[in-house]
């Protein structure tokens, strides 16, 4: 059932991802697009608290503290990531910033003891090499000129880190992970609030918060079933199965919007279908 759990987390979290491409490829402002998204994935959480009677557990310093390291996590890694992506490539930023999910797999395997067998591991090596394959791109410069990108990305890494791992550390405390989320994208939607120096046209503005709307939705119900696959079954496996979220976008970017793949690219569907099966037999 886990398994089940985690594969429905990509794909809904991957589809978060999707919307986002969506509305960057019709022009929309990335600011209000991640306004968008914390402010419908807060709603979401709240209300998934409130329905599963956890939302007491918001008077619990420890779910505070959880959930501000949480949401800085994800408020400041993608803040951070979209900034890497204007000093460097995204075919090294996007899957250099997903590798953060190997410190997910050692806290779980080292830290937390769970088991590990040469074939789950050869299973997650298959996922990892999957994550890394999909954003190569043919045509896109590999050099790196700015060394302000390498500290973009290695802080990125550390922060989506902290989200990721931090719900296996809140899990093995005994603490929700609603209240958990509500509060991360809480305080996150309050970061994104603070108005910009430089504001976007109208238009731009609309279409971000729009797509963001409908990311967060989806976004909230990746990260929740994440939570869930984290609570029944093993971070060193649910990890790396969560990563692939991005294969959904490169999915989605063949459908509709008619995307060539390299063949390095397609190796990488073919490492997360042949990973998934190892890790299940």
């Known amino acids: 059932m886990w398994l089940i759990t985690a594969i429905s987390s990509a794909i809904l979290f991957g589809l978060a991802g999707w919307w986002m491409k969506v509305s960057q490829m019709r022009g929309g402002s990335t600011r209000t697009l991640l306004l968008g998204l914390y402010a ?29 390291i949480i949401g800085a996590g994800s408020a400041w890694g993608n803040a951070l990531f979209m900034n890497a992506l204007h000093y460097g490539p995204a075919s090294l930023t996007s899957p250099l910033t997903n590798m953060n999910i190997i410190l997910v797999i050692a806290l779980g395997t080292w830290w937390y003891k769970e088991p590990l067998s040469a074939f789950q591991a050869m299973g997650i090596t298959l996922l990892l090499l999957a994550v890394l394959f999909i954003a190569h ?13 390498f500290i973009l990305v290695g802080t990125a890494i550390v922060m989506f880190a902290l989200r ?7 899990d ?25 120096k430089a504001g976007a046209a109208r238009a731009a503005k609309r279409t ?11 976004s909230y119900g990746g ?10 079954g093993q971070a060193n496996l649910a990890a790396p199965i969560f990563a692939t979220n991005s294969l959904v976008v490169a999915a989605g ?6 995307e060539k793949l390299s063949i390095v690219q397609w190796a990488a569907f073919g490492c997360m279908i042949l990973g998934l099966v190892i890790i299940r037999v």
């Open 223 to 232: 990260l929740q079933l994440y939570a869930m696959a984290l609570a029944t």
């Open 253 to 258: 970017a063949i459908v509709f919007y008619k």
């Open 172 to 196: 093995e405390l005994g603490l929700p992970s609603a209240p958990i989320l509500f509060i991360a994208y809480f305080l996150s939607l309050c970061w994104f609030l603070i108005p910009a």
């Open 40 to 68: 419908s994935g807060t709603i979401g959480f709240g209300v998934h608290s409130a329905v599963e009677g956890t939302f007491p557990f918001l008077v619990d310093p420890k779910v505070w503290i959880a959930g501000l």
């Open 164 to 170: 990721n791992g931090g719900l296996k550390v809140t």
């Open 137 to 149: 791109k043919r045509k896109e410069p590999l050099t790196i000129t700015e060394k302000r990108w």
């Open 208 to 218: 971000g918060l729009y797509y963001g709307i409908v990311a967060g939705l989806f």
